[in-house]
């Protein structure tokens, strides 16, 4: 049934198969980088195309148009300011009432704006690909959000682009809490690929705990990645899981995380 | 297959791999992407030979899985066993018939997702599967049918324009006696 050339070729094939992929993770991440950089010209040629194709939309945006979008931006900004100073009054009283209880003081989110350039070409994986690298200064594990919710973490870094592993893929667990009863659990792996991908599961939850539909899941801060605070979703309902211990909550995640374009990087 | 024609569908496997992962228009619409490289493999295990085979195996995954989650050169086997085994069952496989080529491509997209995964298992990894991976994998065999007919248009075409075929040369046994013209007196009755 096969000749000659075709064991020979699939000897050869197997062997570099079975040779990438017993290669060290750190072997394989630095092949991965170099590999990926090919591809760096073309995604940086999409961001230029698109941001020509923005800049020759606004040129044709007729005046009166622009000029209510002025009016209302500097609204906006008017009401950002009034809200920024009753923000600074109230970080003021934190600060002060945290001095006193002898509490650690939080330090406020340092971020970093970068767009996704693309997604894994994989149906089974929830990966973005995004414009900032180790140029950058990013590093593994910097936690991803958008301005409604957390996104995910930084899981591979290249030179100018680096892969984001987004909340619901089985290797971006997370730490999270109920705000309004304070129960602790882990965001899981989405159960569902296409339904509703803004569904993920809240699990190990304790069985008595009362958390009601509609109440705000937020991270927990345990753990070294992801810091305390980052809204994550609401819960839709909760059930007792099989072995009747703990409880099982379905989460709607704030963050859009199949339609993202621009996200921020919490920088360490 | 020429080498001309080897190297532009490597380009081709390139340019599929970061149309994958930068245009999202189908995944926005259907939630699905899907896989043009087994498409490609289609193509060229029907039309060149098994070095093709397996450099578009090797080169494709290798591609795939740079710019994926997936650990580096897991498509590389499912890819390279597919395309061999339509190469060693080419003969039996209509080749210029576009249901035929629907039907193939169709089976090969739904084939290489299963594999991956499978493989991936092996390897101990966790892919997200629900009972929306059976949606997706809709999507891609019915995506991947539809798309290797115009692969195989375009990869013709492109054959027959940069390969140089001679004209056969003339030789005796190709006149036709019926279309001879008699020359010298016609027959006076």
């Known amino acids: ?268 | 297959m020429s080498r001309i024609n080897l190297i532009v569908i490597l380009m081709v496997a390139f340019l599929c791999v970061y149309a994958q992962t930068a245009f999202q228009g189908l995944r926005n619409a259907l939630n699905a992407q899907i896989d043009l490289l087994p498409v490609l493999m289609v193509y060229v295990a029907l039309s060149a030979d098994i070095i093709a085979v397996a450099l578009l195996a090797v080169i494709g995954g290798v591609l795939f899985d740079s710019l994926s989650a997936n650990p580096l050169g897991i498509s590389i086997l499912p890819l390279f066993f597919i395309g061999l085994f339509l190469q060693i069952r080419h003969d039996l496989i209509l080749r210029e018939m576009t249901y035929a080529q629907f039907v193939v491509g169709c089976c090969v997209c739904t084939a290489m997702p299963v594999m991956t995964l499978a493989l991936m298992w092996i390897l101990g990894e966790r892919p997200i599967i629900g009972l929306g991976s059976l949606w997706q994998w809709f999507v891609m065999a019915l995506g991947g049918g539809l798309v290797t007919p115009l692969f195989f248009r375009l990869f013709d075409r492109l054959e027959n324009a940069l390969t140089y075929s001679a004209r056969p040369a003339y030789n005796e046994s190709m006149a036709r006696q019926d279309r001879e013209i008699k020359r010298g007196r016609s027959r006076s009755y």
């Open chain 1, 1 to 268: 049934m096969y000749k000659k050339p075709q064991y020979i070729a699939i000897g050869l094939v197997v062997a570099l198969a079975v040779i990438l992929l017993s290669l060290p993770a750190q072997s394989r991440a630095q092949l991965n980088r170099w590999i990926s950089t090919l591809f760096v010209v073309g995604f940086e040629a999409s961001e230029t195309t698109e941001s020509l194709a923005d800049r020759t939309r606004a040129a044709v945006t007729p005046r009166k148009v622009l000029t209510k979008q002025i009016e209302d931006l500097q609204e906006e900004i008017q009401r950002l300011r009034l809200q920024n100073k009753q923000l600074e009054s109230v970080t003021r009283e934190n600060t002060q009432l945290r001095d006193l209880l002898a509490w650690k003081k939080q330090t406020p989110w340092n971020v970093k704006s970068a767009q996704v350039v693309g997604r894994d070409p994989a149906n089974w994986h929830r990966m973005v690909l995004i414009n900032l690298g180790v140029q950058h200064g990013m590093i593994e594990n910097m936690p991803v959000m958008t301005n409604n919710g957390l996104v995910g973490r930084i899981s591979a870094v290249g030179e100018t682009q680096s892969q984001v592993l987004l909340i619901g893929d089985p290797n971006c667990q997370v730490g999270a809490l109920v705000e309004s009863t304070g129960e602790s659990g882990i965001i899981g792996p989405a159960t569902s690929t296409t339904s509703d991908p803004k569904l993920i599961n809240l699990l190990h939850i304790a069985a008595d705990s009362k958390i009601e539909p509609g109440d705000r899941v937020i991270t927990s801060g345990l753990g070294t990645i992801f810091p305390k605070g980052i809204p994550i979703g609401s819960i839709v309902h909760a059930r007792t899981e099989a072995s009747g211990l703990t409880l099982k909550a379905r989460v709607r995640l704030f963050a859009n995380v199949n339609r993202l374009e621009n996200i921020w990087v919490l920088m360490k």
